[in-house]
């Protein structure tokens, strides 16, 4: 078998993998990027036409300066290739005052210097009549700087940028091996493997098959998009019906945001209880009337009547969650060759440019741009 010698191999290009590639390559290390699937494929995470972006991010305090790097990445990144990689297009938390959206919004606003309006539920009703079933007290948090982002156009411009910079990349290549020793990386494929100092392996739902002993659990979580009732109206357009979160009164988590030209109104749903986890080489790719659409359905003819409650499209998808609901992002503990990124808990693509640099420094021994203890991996075995 051929092997090829780099400084530093990249495994899995999805939203975490590409952004590392393309920042390594930016620094002019001699980096390959291994993608067992094409780049930017729906076989993963990292697709799904949108996801939500946001700074003033709840689920952690040290969150917020990795969406800041990340817009300015993608800001940058755009404006190279005229691509709009993000859209601050404002998102709005919903729910009671002392709700995990409204409170967390608000709290992670004040420790990101994010500016925020709070909504009384008067102004909220007035501002958004689409919404339908708010509990009497229910307010708002509106996030003018959060918006949207696009996976599978970003990993396609990570890469491309990378290329352009001199990273070889593989696609179709799936790697069954990863064995570190003291002098190096060996990296497996079928027909060639790699031999680098550091690797990242960044696999998505894969990552804990790859490196195993990680506390990971990848589920299936399908993507659903809507069309209004009357197909006429503009009422659930993006300017009209923008990115929202917001926890209803009976504890049904709802996510989404309108439509626009190139993608329709999408809707999710988020239950606080555990979930089965899945092999995702054996990801259940059908999609089931019931078990699948009759709960989102039923919430979203409760809370919009104005959209048609049948999804007019689903896919599937996976999320991989770690055991306390934070990125593993660092270099492991008893094989510091091998440095992994994973375990986004449904909440990782607006920051993977972010994650990218953040690898990229890891590797070549730079100061981060921000705290990353929260990050290690090795939190779980200390």
């Not at 919903?94 to 500016?115: N, Q, Y």
């Not at 179709?172 to 003291?182: G, N």
């Not at 739902?205 to 399908?222: C, Q």
């Not at 449904?346 to 990229?360: C, I, Q, S």
């Amino acid at each position: 078998m051929e092997i090829l010698n780099k400084d530093v191999v990249v495994v899995g290009l999805g939203g975490f993998g590409s952004a590392a590639l393309w920042r390594l390559a930016r620094r002019g290390v001699d980096v390959a990027g291994v993608e067992r699937q094409a780049i930017g494929h729906h076989l993963g995470s990292s697709h799904g036409q949108t996801r939500l972006f946001r700074v003033a991010c709840q689920e952690h305090p040290g969150l917020p300066p990795i969406a800041l790097k990340t817009l300015a990445l993608w800001t940058s990144l755009g404006e190279e290739t005229g691509e709009t990689l993000v859209r601050q297009t404002g998102c709005l938390s919903v729910g009671a005052p002392d709700s995990g959206p409204v409170r967390g919004a608000l709290e992670a606003a004040a420790a990101a210097g994010v500016p925020v309006t709070s909504l009384s539920h008067d102004e909220l009703v007035a501002r958004q009549p689409q919404y339908a079933g708010l509990a009497p007290g229910d307010v708002a948090v509106w996030d003018p700087g959060a918006g949207v982002c696009y996976p599978e156009r970003n990993v396609r411009a990570h890469v491309a940028a990378a290329r352009r910079l001199g990273a070889d990349v593989y696609p179709h290549t799936m790697v069954t091996e990863i064995e570190a020793d003291d002098d190096g990386v060996t990296v497996r494929t079928p027909t060639v493997a790699f031999r680098a100092s550091q690797v990242v392996v960044a696999a998505g739902a894969w990552l804990g098959a790859l490196v195993p002993g990680l506390p990971l659990r990848p589920r299936r979580t399908p993507l659903y998009w809507f069309a209004p009732r009357d197909p006429a109206s503009s009422d659930f357009t993006l300017s009209r019906f923008p990115a929202f979160i917001w926890r209803r009164e009976n504890g049904d988590g709802l996510w989404g945001h309108g439509s626009d030209e190139d993608f329709g109104v999408k809707v999710g749903l988020d239950r606080d209880e555990p979930h089965d986890a899945i092999d995702p080489e054996e990801l259940d790719r059908y999609i089931h009337p019931g078990a699948d659409l009759e709960e989102l359905s039923s919430a979203v003819a409760a809370a919009f009547p104005g959209l048609d409650p049948r999804p007019a499209k689903v896919i599937p998808c996976m999320v991989t969650d770690s055991a306390d609901g934070q990125f593993l992002v660092g270099r492991l503990p008893e094989r510091p060759r091998i440095v992994v990124a994973g375990g986004d808990s449904g909440h990782g693509f607006k920051h993977a440019a972010g994650v990218g640099e953040l690898l990229a420094q890891l590797v070549t021994g730079e100061e981060p741009y921000c705290a990353v203890d929260f990050l290690d991996p090795g939190r779980f075995s200390r």
